[in-house]
């Protein structure tokens, strides 16, 4: 079965400073990989997504992450934090019956300070 | 664009409630989801419609109910509410295509005294 693993429950960084989120997948196939944030309060929002070509793919507000099949990997980067950036970041794969959406991992919280 | 509402945004219930909550959508999607977030366990799938009228069970469909009546709706039902029980659940739709973008609701959180 397919699953997702977030290995940072919480990373705190300096506004200005760049910030990496690690996500790795288990899945039997090429998988859909999704990365999604929760502002407090808020359902989830799409950051990005990758199906296939360029492992490097671009999200909104700066946000950017690398696809690596030979690490199943999928990590999330920004260049630059803003406190905005606070929330809870998760990481998800499609599942083996898509019908049924997303798997998610457990998440990250980001905390951004001045 | 489209959005999901969800009501009520908060729920108090007593034990052994019978507690129904509502997911409207106006993007027209054909699959509806219900997952339950409690805090440091992530998401998990309750139950999800492909469709008007269909329904199918999740990870995690002990007590509860769903119903489909119509393509926009999708609601849920917590057939007995467990004491101290506090979580947060989230709709979501989505085209039902292989890429499944899914879109979510605001989210209605239950605290049960």
């Known amino acids: 079965a397919q699953s997702v693993t977030q290995p940072d429950a919480r990373v705190t960084v300096s506004e200005g400073a760049s910030l990496q989120l690690r996500c790795k997948y288990s899945?039997?196939?090429?998988?859909?990989l999704f990365w999604y944030v929760q502002y407090p309060r808020q359902g989830l929002q799409l950051l990005l997504k990758y199906y296939s070509g360029d492992p490097v793919v671009q999200g909104v507000n700066g946000f950017e992450a690398e696809f690596s099949k030979s690490n199943s990997s999928f990590h999330l980067r920004k260049a630059s934090v803003h406190w905005s950036d606070s929330a809870v970041y998760f990481c998800a794969v499609s599942r083996n019956n898509y019908a049924q959406g997303l798997t998610f991992g457990l998440g990250t919280r980001v905390s951004v300070f001045p | 664009g489209g959005i999901i509402t969800q009501t009520p945004k908060f729920l108090i219930g007593q034990e052994g409630q019978k507690l129904t909550l509502k997911c409207q959508q106006n993007?027209?999607?054909?699959?509806m989801y219900w997952y339950r977030q409690d805090s440091g366990k992530g998401l998990r799938l309750i139950y999800y419609s492909i469709t008007e009228n269909d329904l199918q069970k999740g990870d995690l469909s002990e007590g509860y109910d769903a119903s489909r009546e119509k393509k926009s709706s999708f609601s849920l039902t917590v057939t007995s509410a467990q004491k101290n029980e506090m979580a947060v659940f989230l709709c979501?739709?989505?085209?039902?295509?292989?890429?499944?973008?899914?879109?979510f609701g605001a989210g209605t959180r239950l605290s049960v005294l």
């Open positions: 993007f027209n999607h054909d699959t």
């Open positions: 899945y039997s196939a090429t998988p859909y």
């Open positions: 979501a739709s989505t085209t039902g295509q292989s890429q499944n973008t899914l879109y």
